[in-house]
């Protein structure tokens, strides 16, 4: 009975797997793959013999390769100050790194371009004040551009995966090598890093398959010159419909993503180790003035990296087409300019766009949180299956996954609750991703003197466990509310233009001419901006009662 | 009571105790999903006869006003659905993914650029309007009337006119000029890979220069510091002067000839008169026309039908240029002010073949691809 019980438990994200995700993707491969044979094999072999094919491999390969280290490099020493340190305005400040996660790229391009581009603030500047004739940052349409914008997305995905993780890493390991004499960088390099291996491997993972299947940015900032597979497939799939062609890159897309997987397992495999919770390293002020200026110098670094394409998105959304403040777009989005039968007011935008994000945690995080008690289980038979799978969506084309709702879902197909469902399954791999290293840190040790003394496995769990999972689940929390409320959807979806959400109020402003539809994307997208980081905000906020007291 | 039970369950999980854990938050998970489904639901309203549900699938840019949606549906004692399925292609693709079961009862949104796939595709059932009298033959494609015509636009040349006047500059009169140093990097452009207006202007420029001759046009455009962009929103919005509210430096754009009205029905400083005039050398205006019919297997096909009927007469009409800024297939709509002033129309637009287009788009579009990156 309870074997059972549990079984079933387990079998629930499977079956959800199953059913969203490998039973339309088999269901539009099926359709793919359906015209005459011979016809399908040489076209496949045609494209597979084309140099373009294998240019477009390679570049999507290096490109998501570069912009991963570059991310970690960039979100690691950011993690350590987030884990190490306490400032004003900490929560905040994590909040507001994670908001260009939200963010539609159709925004965030012309922001860029803004501060970096050609006539862009940085480029003024410099030639003024080294009289310059030509501006000296040439970055539009070139590969140093995707890059910095792949740092700019995913970035929060390294800060808050590892700086969670770090978080939670007793100080005695550390102090007890400076009692022997080791330097700062040593206890770094053989006792930190170590330790944090499983969370930087695991973030590099959702970072490496995010920039893997990189579309608007690489289509909007790139240029022509530069394609991912998951562009050159929306090319096939949209422009040609050309479906077998189509579904053979949604496999070669797939096969890499497996493949960078299998190396990850094996990687993860050899590197965990269970965290005595002794006590944890409590964040704290900043001691002397060298601290505070590293300190104060990385946020500041941050802060014009990440957050000033942000501010410029702000400030454009006040100021557009006017010397002086305006706050006529703000205005414009609360009335219905054309009368059109589809307006919802702000609210009304904010209101869908919170609901499918709370519904999309209902669904992703018990989901996930069984999973990955499923994987942290030692010679799991599920785990071998469950854990590849979890994570192919993210290396999954949304068009394709897209065309296989519509084939496969049958009256699911325009019904609201695709779309949290949909979220979930890119939401997913985050939970899991964060929860699994704290799970499997876990010290059984203590676990095990708990249940001697007589706690029963609820208050052994209530206190013991909880305190440590909760920030891993608060941290993935994070992350499926946001990907729901920055996620348009319409490509993976059918939308309903009477029921939309926020980032489809942006891209509906911006499918018209016209000063005042620019300015309602920006000011709805500095909306979206705010909704996110305060809801960031509040789940951050949340703490289990009594576990100040560690 | 209900925590002995969990109690049990968890010592029953062994000595790993993983079970309270998962069914605590199992537990608060269906709790919250329950709540969403309650918001989620809406109360069925009250009536004497139930309305009839009418679903229409279009592309993103499907607009109608309230009331005159509000006005078919008291007519005719039914809820209109309107379902949108991404840009114009793949909404097609959607629907004819879904033949076999499908999505809705009619599709607005083919245009010619995909007309010849979506008959052969075979999704449309045949429906002779009887407003179809009142539209203008030229518009009509499809003799057997699967698709009907409802509205027309054309893709051009939008050039910001404060711009060449300040900077005493003409505005360019043929598709050549563009290539001369006078104009070198004001255009932004559209991939046509990605983009339907980027795509109508590359069929012009086939059509005038002829397929051997537009990839010289082309060459000699790139020499001259042409941009591309992905989409038209990217175009319009971040380089062209006008859309971007002055942030952007190209003050030519691939555009429609009804955004300078747009321009002033959405301005911000009152302006009567647009900043962005449209411009049409030979060979450069590219017609769209825009279909609907109703499909294989609709579930209302009565209903699509009457639909079909209104979305072609004057009401629905008159509603168009103001929603979709576009023009009105049937010439007895009335057209707003704005659209007689500044929305003019080209002499002499290129009309191609949709076959052809077909049949060339991928060749055609991939040739252009690999000069322009070469």
């Given at each position: 009975?309870?074997?059972?019980?549990?079984?079933?438990?387990?079998?629930?994200?499977?079956?959800?797997?199953?059913v969203?995700?490998?039973y339309?993707?088999?269901?539009?491969?099926?359709?793919?793959?359906?015209?005459?044979?011979?016809?399908?094999?040489?076209?496949?072999?045609?494209?597979?013999?084309?140099?373009?094919?294998?240019?477009v491999?390679?570049?999507?390969?290096?490109?998501?390769?570069?912009?991963?280290v570059?991310?970690?490099?960039v979100?690691?020493?950011?993690?350590?100050?987030?884990?190490?340190?306490?400032?004003?305005?900490?929560?905040?400040?994590?909040?507001?790194?994670?908001?260009?996660?939200?963010?539609?790229?159709?925004?965030?391009?012309?922001?860029?371009?803004a501060?970096?581009?050609?006539?862009g603030?940085?480029n003024?500047?410099?030639?003024?004040?080294?009289?310059?004739?030509?501006?000296?940052?040439?970055?539009?349409?070139?590969?140093g551009?995707?890059?910095?914008?792949?740092?700019?997305y995913?970035?929060?995905?390294?800060?808050?995966t590892?700086?969670?993780?770090?978080?939670?890493?007793?100080?005695?390991?550390?102090?007890a090598?400076?009692?022997?004499?080791?330097?700062?960088?040593?206890?770094?390099?053989?006792?930190?890093?170590?330790?944090?291996?499983?969370?930087?491997?695991?973030?590099?993972?959702?970072?490496?398959?995010?920039?893997?299947?990189?579309?608007?940015?690489?289509?909007?900032?790139?240029?022509?010159?530069?394609?991912?597979?998951?562009?050159?497939?929306?090319?096939?799939a949209?422009?040609?419909?050309?479906?077998?062609?189509?579904?053979?890159?949604?496999?070669?897309?797939?096969?890499?993503?497996?493949?960078?997987?299998?190396?990850?397992?094996?990687?993860?495999?050899?590197?965990?180790?269970s965290?005595?919770r002794?006590?944890?390293?409590?964040?704290?002020r900043p001691?002397?003035l060298?601290?505070?200026?590293?300190?104060?110098?990385?946020?500041?670094?941050?802060?014009?990296?990440?957050?000033?394409?942000?501010?410029?998105l702000?400030?454009?959304?006040?100021?557009?087409?006017?010397?002086?403040?305006?706050?006529?777009?703000?205005?414009?989005?609360?009335?219905?300019?054309?009368?059109?039968?589809?307006f919802?007011p702000?609210?009304?935008?904010?209101?869908?766009?919170?609901?499918?994000?709370?519904?999309?945690?209902?669904?992703?995080?018990?989901?996930?949180?069984?999973a990955?008690?499923?994987?942290?289980?030692?010679?799991s038979?599920?785990?071998?299956?469950?854990d590849?799978?979890?994570?192919l969506?993210?290396?999954?084309?949304?068009?394709?996954?897209?065309?296989?709702?519509?084939?496969a879902?049958?009256?699911?197909?325009?019904s609201?609750?695709?779309?949290?469902i949909?979220?979930?399954?890119?939401?997913?791999?985050?939970?899991?991703?964060?929860?699994l290293?704290?799970?499997?840190?876990?010290?059984?040790?203590?676990?095990?003197?708990?249940?001697?003394?007589?706690?029963?496995?609820?208050r052994?769990?209530?206190?013991?466990?909880?305190?440590?999972?909760?920030?891993?689940?608060?941290?993935?929390?994070?992350?499926?509310?946001?990907?729901?409320l920055?996620?348009?959807?319409?490509?993976?979806l059918?939308?309903?233009?009477?029921?939309?959400?926020?980032?489809?109020?942006?891209?509906?402003?911006?499918?018209?001419?016209?000063?005042i539809?620019?300015?309602?994307?920006?000011?709805m997208?500095?909306?979206?901006?705010?909704?996110?980081?305060?809801?960031?905000?509040?789940?951050?906020r949340?703490?289990?009662?009594?576990?100040?007291?560690? | 009571m209900?925590?002995?039970?969990?109690?049990?369950?968890?010592?029953?999980?062994?000595?790993?105790?993983?079970?309270?854990?998962?069914?605590?938050?199992?537990?608060?998970s269906?709790?919250?999903?329950?709540?969403?489904?309650?918001?989620?639901?809406?109360?069925?309203?009250?009536?004497?006869?139930?309305?009839?549900?009418?679903?229409?699938?279009?592309?993103?840019?499907?607009?109608?006003?309230?009331?005159?949606?509000?006005?078919?549906?008291?007519?005719?004692n039914a809820?209109?659905?309107?379902l949108?399925?991404g840009?114009?292609?793949?909404?097609?693709?959607?629907?004819?993914?879904s033949?076999?079961?499908?999505?809705?009862?009619l599709?607005?949104?083919?245009?010619n650029?995909?007309?010849?796939?979506?008959?052969?595709?075979?999704?449309?059932?045949?429906?002779?309007?009887?407003?179809?009298e009142?539209?203008?033959d030229?518009?009509?494609?499809?003799?057997?009337?699967?698709?009907?015509?409802?509205?027309?636009?054309?893709v051009?040349?939008?050039?910001?006119?404060?711009?060449?006047?300040?900077?005493?500059?003409?505005?360019?009169?043929?598709?050549?000029?563009?290539?001369?140093p006078?104009?070198?990097?004001?255009?932004?452009?559209?991939?046509?890979?990605?983009?339907s207006?980027?795509?109508?202007?590359?069929l012009?420029?086939?059509?005038?220069?002829?397929?051997?001759?537009?990839?010289?046009?082309?060459?000699?455009?790139?020499?001259?510091?042409?941009?591309?962009?992905?989409?038209?929103?990217?175009?319009?919005?971040s380089?062209?002067?006008?859309?971007?509210?002055?942030?952007?430096?190209?003050?030519?754009?691939?555009?429609?000839?009804t955004?300078?009205?747009?321009?002033?029905?959405?301005?911000?400083?009152?302006?009567?008169?647009?900043a962005?005039?449209n411009?049409?050398?030979?060979?450069?205006?590219?017609?769209?026309?825009?279909?609907?019919?109703?499909?294989?297997?609709?579930?209302?096909?009565?209903?699509a039908?009457?639909?079909?009927d209104?979305?072609?007469?004057?009401?629905?009409?008159?509603?168009?240029p103001?929603?979709?800024?576009?023009?009105?297939?049937?010439?007895?709509?009335?057209?707003?002010?704005?659209?007689?002033?500044?929305?003019?129309?080209?002499?002499?637009?290129?009309?191609?073949?949709?076959?052809?287009?077909?049949?060339?788009?991928?060749r055609?579009v991939?040739a252009?691809?690999?000069?322009?990156?070469?």
């Amino acid at each position: 009975m309870r074997r059972t019980l549990l079984a079933l438990l387990y079998a629930l994200p499977i079956l959800f797997l199953l059913v969203f995700y490998v039973y339309p993707l088999l269901a539009i491969l099926r359709v793919s793959f359906s015209v005459p044979a011979p016809e399908v094999v040489s076209q496949t072999l045609e494209m597979a013999a084309s140099p373009s094919f294998w240019r477009v491999l390679w570049f999507t390969t290096w490109q998501a390769t570069l912009s991963t280290v570059l991310t970690v490099l960039v979100g690691l020493p950011l993690a350590a100050i987030f884990a190490r340190f306490d400032f004003p305005g900490k929560g905040i400040m994590a909040a507001l790194l994670t908001i260009p996660f939200v963010m539609p790229t159709v925004v965030v391009a012309p922001a860029f371009l803004a501060l970096i581009g050609r006539n862009g603030v940085l480029n003024t500047w410099l030639q003024a004040s080294f009289g310059l004739t030509a501006p000296p940052l040439q970055l539009e349409q070139t590969i140093g551009l995707i890059l910095l914008v792949h740092v700019f997305y995913n970035v929060a995905i390294v800060i808050r995966t590892v700086g969670g993780f770090w978080s939670n890493l007793s100080p005695s390991l550390g102090e007890a090598a400076a009692a022997l004499g080791a330097r700062p960088w040593q206890i770094f390099h053989t006792v930190t890093l170590p330790l944090l291996a499983p969370s930087i491997l695991a973030a590099s993972l959702l970072v490496f398959l995010f920039c893997f299947t990189s579309f608007g940015v690489v289509l909007i900032l790139g240029g022509l010159r530069f394609a991912t597979i998951e562009v050159e497939i929306y090319r096939q799939a949209v422009s040609y419909f050309n479906l077998p062609l189509a579904a053979f890159l949604s496999i070669v897309q797939l096969g890499v993503t497996f493949t960078v997987m299998v190396i990850y397992t094996r990687m993860q495999a050899g590197l965990s180790r269970s965290l005595r919770r002794r006590r944890r390293s409590q964040p704290r002020r900043p001691a002397d003035l060298r601290q505070w200026l590293l300190v104060g110098g990385a946020l500041c670094v941050t802060a014009l990296g990440v957050l000033a394409p942000l501010a410029a998105l702000v400030v454009r959304s006040f100021t557009l087409g006017d010397p002086g403040l305006t706050l006529i777009y703000y205005q414009a989005l609360g009335q219905n300019l054309r009368q059109s039968a589809f307006f919802a007011p702000p609210v009304a935008a904010i209101g869908n766009s919170l609901l499918y994000a709370a519904a999309t945690l209902a669904i992703s995080l018990p989901l996930g949180v069984i999973a990955a008690y499923m994987l942290a289980q030692p010679r799991s038979r599920w785990a071998a299956v469950l854990d590849p799978l979890l994570l192919l969506p993210l290396g999954t084309s949304a068009v394709t996954l897209g065309f296989g709702y519509i084939v496969a879902m049958g009256p699911l197909r325009a019904s609201p609750w695709l779309v949290p469902i949909a979220h979930s399954l890119i939401a997913l791999p985050f939970v899991v991703r964060s929860f699994l290293p704290a799970l499997r840190a876990l010290d059984q040790r203590l676990r095990d003197a708990a249940s001697m003394l007589g706690a029963t496995p609820l208050r052994r769990w209530w206190t013991i466990d909880a305190p440590l999972l909760v920030r891993a689940l608060l941290i993935s929390a994070a992350f499926a509310f946001a990907i729901s409320l920055g996620e348009f959807g319409a490509t993976l979806l059918i939308a309903r233009p009477d029921r939309p959400t926020m980032p489809m109020v942006i891209y509906q402003a911006l499918s018209r001419p016209g000063l005042i539809n620019y300015g309602q994307a920006l000011a709805m997208s500095t909306i979206l901006m705010a909704v996110t980081a305060f809801s960031l905000i509040l789940i951050e906020r949340f703490r289990l009662p009594g576990e100040e007291e560690f | 009571m209900r925590g002995d039970c969990k109690l049990q369950v968890a010592r029953g999980a062994g000595a790993r105790g993983f079970a309270p854990a998962l069914q605590g938050v199992f537990g608060a998970s269906i709790l919250l999903l329950i709540l969403v489904m309650l918001s989620a639901c809406q109360p069925v309203a009250p009536g004497a006869a139930t309305p009839t549900p009418l679903v229409l699938a279009s592309h993103n840019s499907f607009s109608i006003s309230e009331e005159v949606l509000t006005a078919f549906e008291a007519e005719h004692n039914a809820t209109v659905q309107v379902l949108t399925l991404g840009d114009a292609g793949e909404a097609l693709n959607k629907i004819i993914l879904s033949k076999d079961a499908p999505l809705a009862d009619l599709f607005f949104g083919v245009d010619n650029t995909f007309l010849s796939r979506a008959l052969a595709a075979d999704i449309f059932e045949p429906y002779t309007s009887p407003l179809l009298e009142q539209i203008p033959d030229e518009l009509e494609m499809d003799p057997e009337h699967r698709l009907s015509p409802v509205d027309y636009g054309f893709v051009n040349l939008n050039a910001d006119s404060e711009w060449f006047e300040a900077a005493g500059i003409p505005l360019p009169q043929t598709l050549e000029e563009l290539a001369d140093p006078t104009y070198r990097g004001l255009l932004v452009v559209q991939n046509p890979a990605t983009s339907s207006p980027g795509l109508a202007f590359l069929l012009a420029t086939i059509d005038y220069f002829g397929e051997d001759g537009y990839l010289d046009f082309w060459r000699s455009l790139k020499a001259n510091d042409v941009l591309v962009t992905d989409g038209w929103s990217d175009a319009y919005f971040s380089h062209f002067t006008v859309g971007s509210g002055g942030e952007g430096d190209r003050p030519l754009v691939v555009s429609y000839s009804t955004s300078p009205p747009a321009d002033v029905v959405y301005a911000t400083d009152g302006r009567t008169e647009p900043a962005s005039v449209n411009i049409f050398p030979p060979g450069s205006a590219f017609r769209q026309i825009e279909f609907v019919g109703v499909l294989k297997g609709a579930a209302q096909p009565e209903l699509a039908r009457r639909f079909i009927d209104f979305m072609l007469d004057v009401q629905f009409q008159s509603d168009i240029p103001l929603q979709m800024f576009v023009y009105p297939a049937n010439p007895n709509a009335a057209l707003p002010d704005l659209f007689v002033q500044f929305a003019q129309t080209p002499a002499d637009p290129v009309i191609f073949d949709p076959t052809a287009i077909e049949a060339n788009r991928e060749r055609w579009v991939q040739a252009w691809v690999e000069l322009m990156t070469e």
